[in-house]
T-cell receptor, first 115, second 112 residues
Framework: DAGVTQSPTHLIKTRGQQVTLRCSPKSGHDTVSWYQQALGQGPQFIFQYYEEEERQRGNFPDRFSGHQFPNYSSELNVNALLLGDSALYLC??????????????FGAGSRLTVL | QKEVEQDPGPLSVPEGAIVSLNCTYSNSAFQYFMWYRQYSRKGPELLMYTYSSGNKEDGRFTAQVDKSSKYISLFIRDSQPSDSATYLCAMSAGASGSRLTFGEGTQLTVNP
């Protein structure tokens, strides 16, 4: 059973560019959350998608946007990249909105470097 | 002030030692408490998940939550070199939503 898969694993962009990261959730999961993990820090919540809608959002600017598709996969888009956007972007999936919603399965992440 | 404080370490112990990892938090709304383990170049994996105050044991791992003190702990007995990783505490205010607030992680090395 495949867990959470993310692509690409690594990418390098320059300031001002745009990036799209992709995530396929664990089989059977319907909720996708995105986290940003800077080097030496814990993950920070960006937003969560359920039923193709953004349900919650963390303290991130509008340059960060996302989408969830009918097959539950998701994309994270970041516009006008800044040096400070360099981080590991983690996708996590979970099931539903009940007790199990806190049981997240994480992917290995997409490491973004902004030059 | 961060909502969740965790000593980043690094922490280095000999094989077989008992390891104690801790987090404090300031948000009284947190009710769900988790510990994740993250190996280098990997995503976090869930180790322990507890609700409210109390203890939970799973093999060599014991999680403790003291809501009155806003303090959680993870104990690792008979530590092994394979336990070498970064340990992240995480918390949530509600059962739904999966919006977790993480500590910054403690880097643990278990020496053979």
């Amino acid at each position: 059973d495949a867990g959470v898969t993310q692509s690409p694993t690594h990418l390098i962009k320059t300031r001002g560019q745009q990036v799209t990261l992709r995530c396929s959730p664990k089989s059977g999961h319907d909720t996708v959350s995105w986290y940003q993990q800077a080097l030496g820090q814990g993950p920070q919540f960006i937003f969560q998608y359920y039923e193709e809608e953004e349900r919650q959002r963390g303290n991130f600017p509008d340059r960060f946007s996302g989408h969830q598709f009918p097959n539950y996969s998701s994309e994270l888009n970041v516009n006008a990249l800044l040096l400070g956007d360099s981080a590991l972007y983690l996708c996590a999936s979970s099931l539903g909105q009940g007790f199990g919603a806190n049981v997240l399965t994480f992917g290995a992440g997409s490491r973004l470097t902004v030059l | 002030q961060k909502e969740v404080e965790q000593d980043p370490g690094p922490l280095s112990v000999p094989e077989g030692a008992i390891v104690s990892l801790n987090c404090t938090y300031s948000n009284s709304a947190f009710q769900y408490f988790m510990w994740y383990r993250q190996y280098s170049r990997k995503g976090p994996e869930l180790l322990m998940y507890t609700y409210s105050s109390g203890n939970k044991e799973d093999g060599r791992f014991t999680a403790q939550v003291d809501k009155s003190s806003k303090y959680i702990s993870l104990f690792i007995r008979d530590s092994q070199p394979s336990d070498s990783a970064t340990y992240l505490c995480a918390m949530s205010a509600g059962a739904s939503g999966s919006r977790l607030t993480f500590g910054e992680g403690t880097q643990l090395t278990v020496n053979p």
